[in-house]
C-alpha cells in the first residue's frame, strides 16, 4: 500500500478549527492549539527577535500562525519565523521561502 503525499493544494483545503496543521514530506502532522504558557513565551520571544531585526533591518520577523513552505509538500507553522528573502503567496497569507530556505524558524518545545 502506497501513501499519498499531500502538497501545499491539500494544506489550504483543511479546515480552520484552532488546530495545528502541518505538512511534513508530504505527511500530514495535526497537534492542538498551545496552551497558554506556550503562547506567553513564544510572544515574548517573538517580541524579542523583532525589536533586534528591526533595530539592525535584517530583514522579518513573523509571529505565529504564518504559514512557511519550505517545499510543495513541506509546510510548517512555527511559533517565530524570520528571514531575509519572503515572497507573499498572491492567493493568500500564506509565505513561500526562497529556495533554499535562508531563515529561521523557532518552535517552542513545552506545551
Do not use: C, N
Not at 22 to 47: K, Y
Amino acid at each position: 500500500m502506497s501513501k499519498v503525499a499531500l502538497t501545499y493544494r491539500d494544506y489550504a483545503a483543511l479546515p480552520d478549527d484552532g488546530r495545528l496543521y502541518e505538512v511534513l514530506d508530504g505527511e500530514l502532522f495535526v497537534t492542538p492549539a498551545p496552551g497558554t504558557r506556550h503562547q506567553i513565551i513564544s510572544m515574548q520571544l517573538s517580541a524579542q527577535l523583532h525589536a533586534h531585526v528591526t533595530a539592525h533591518r535584517l530583514g522579518l520577523i513573523l509571529a505565529a500562525p504564518a504559514d512557511v513552505i519550505l517545499a510543495d509538500t513541506s509546510i510548517v507553522q512555527p511559533d517565530a519565523a524570520g528571514t531575509y528573502e519572503l515572497l507573499a503567496r498572491p492567493a493568500g497569507s500564506a509565505m513561500i521561502a526562497a529556495e533554499p530556505f535562508s531563515g529561521l524558524a523557532l518552535a517552542d518545545i513545552w506545551p
